[in-house]
């Protein structure tokens, strides 16, 4: 099993920044991909930023240039830095971990944490 803790969410004003922390523990091994999604009111949970072992990140095309992923393997943390903030990228914002164990894909789930950028 792997655990996701996120903190970092919070209330702040189009424009501002925060950073989203993950804290990853449990089986860690073999974890392939980190990532952010974030599902707002009333729509589907969406890719925000990936990260693989490897370093290499993709980003959704509405987050390119404005938010940043970074992993500290060291720490077993995942960030997300986002600045330039939008009201539209008000969500509920999650970590995730993706593994394959044998051929058997696993992803896990942090609980999420709240991001609200006020206009």
């Known amino acids: 099993q792997v655990q996701l803790v996120e903190s970092g969410g919070g209330l702040v004003q189009a424009g501002g920044s925060l950073r989203l922390s993950c804290a990853v523990s449990?089986?860690?091994?073999?974890?392939?991909?980190m990532g952010w999604y974030r599902q707002a009111p009333g729509k589907q949970r969406e890719l925000v930023a990936t990260?693989?072992?490897?370093?290499?990140?993709h980003y959704a095309d509405s987050v390119k240039g404005r938010f940043t992923i970074s992993r500290d393997n060291a720490k077993n943390t995942v960030y997300l830095q986002m600045n330039s903030l939008k009201p539209e990228d008000t969500a509920v914002y999650y970590c995730?971990?993706?593994?394959?164990?044998?051929?058997?894909?696993?992803?896990?789930w942090g609980q999420g944490t709240q991001v609200t950028v006020s206009s």
């Open positions: 990260v693989t072992s490897g370093g290499s990140t």
């Open positions: 995730n971990a993706a593994k394959v164990v044998v051929g058997i894909p696993y992803n896990y």
């Open positions: 449990g089986s860690t091994r073999n974890i392939n991909a």
